[in-house]
């Protein structure tokens, strides 16, 4: 199993990012999909979620900025960051989740500094 995310970056407040994250080696269209952050001294937190079919929701604080999505055909999941905050530095992960199990990614850097 691999969940592998890239599109990180530095970005100044305002700007844009598009993070992807790759699986392979389970079934991607049976599994929740989700994507979570943790800033340097703070617990991870949850930014998006996305279903099998598609429905998403969102943490208070990214709602109206970022868009989660997921492309069943790719087995990619896509987090496109609008309108960034400096308080929205941390290392984003990639999380999968079944009933059974959940997988995680390494993360990807995203620093948002001016």
């Known amino acids: 199993v691999q969940l592998v995310e890239s599109g990180g970056g530095l970005v100044q407040p305002g700007g844009s990012l598009r993070l992807s994250c790759a699986a392979s080696?389970?079934?991607?269209?049976?599994?929740?999909m989700g994507w979570y952050r943790q800033a340097p001294g703070k617990q991870r937190e949850l930014v998006a979620v996305?279903?099998?079919?598609?429905?998403?929701n969102y943490a208070d604080s990214v709602k109206g900025r970022f868009t989660i999505s997921r492309d069943n055909a790719k087995n990619t999941v896509y987090l496109q960051m609008n309108s960034l905050k400096p308080e929205d530095t941390a290392v984003y992960y990639c999380?999968?989740?079944?009933?059974?199990?959940?997988?995680w990614g390494r993360g990807t850097q995203v620093t948002v500094s001016s």
């Open positions: 080696g389970f079934t991607f269209g049976s599994y929740v």
């Open positions: 999380k999968a989740n079944s009933r059974l199990i959940a997988y």
């Open positions: 996305i279903s099998s079919g598609g429905s998403a």
